[in-house]
């Protein structure tokens, strides 16, 4: 049968792409994605980061050979989809179960950096960041045997690594998470040189043929497209909401007693850290300040009203604690 007969028999026949088009296309997908990725983890906004991880690790795994052109992007997003995980030491990225998040995005800035033509200041900072938060996680945790085992895989016999690893070897003996060096190099100071390395990626990169194409099409549609956005993202906001209502984690599935507590805790922290007309500020004692250090062991810097609901302190909030906190790594 004719060309001209299947088209009447079965209607036109469908479009298929070559695949060179295919690999133009999928080109696209990838600019566009780790475009995305890198704004909303500069922007810090955790479920676009996830939803735009998603695709372009299913981009990235599409293809067959990675291009010279590719390879910047594709090691970049690898690397801030570990550096978004890097404090979740039951997330692997390795066939080897030893190697933590950081470990695995040490490898991907070491790929990236034999890309980039030039190194500066900034490439440094970053690589001795990663290298200081690989073995400042597991101390957090309290694993200092493996933060003592990563320290010899990271650290070769050049004298250029020798006095810094020096340094580590000796926190990692002492068992002191919050020792200055690993407080001045801290996980938020590498997300900050990490967000100032992804700017200015994307203000070299951050134009591309989808990102155009989709940039007329909201302006051609004007307010609709607008409209269709923000009712798309009330949308997405009450799913996130109640996602976060529906999610209780195991550790908040305490006591009854322990539920009740954080409830009045609530209440108290919606009034800051205000104290009733006439009383007068009580001071931290030395068991008060031992508790507050083993409830960050345990739970982690940033988790406040967990490390007071476990721990036994005496008129106190989780603003109190953290500024306490403060004040501890101050003196140090």
Known sequence: MSEAGREEEGGSVPFVPSALAEAVAA??????????????FVEECGAEFRRWRDVAQAVSNGFSKVTTHQKKMVYLCQLLIRIADGKRLECQFENDTRISPLESALSFWTLLEREESKLNTLHEEIRRLIQIQVVAVYMEKGYYKEAAEVLERLFTDSESHKPLRMKLAAIVKSKDPYVPLLQSFSYNLLLSKVKTYVELFLKENGTNFLLQAATKQVESKGGEVRVLQNKTLNVEEKENNLDAKQRPSSKERCRTSNVQRLKVLKNVEEHGDDLPCGRRRQPWTYEEDKK????????????????????DFNNRTSVMLKDRWRTLCKIK
């Not at 080109?27 to 909303?40: A, N």
């Not at 810097?301 to 609901?309: A, F």
């Open 27 to 40: 080109d696209w997908v990838l600019e566009f994605s780790c475009c995305c990725l890198c704004r909303h």
């Open 292 to 311: 507050l250090k083993s409830g960050v062991r345990e739970f982690g810097v940033g988790n406040w009203t967990k490390i007071l609901i476990h721990g």
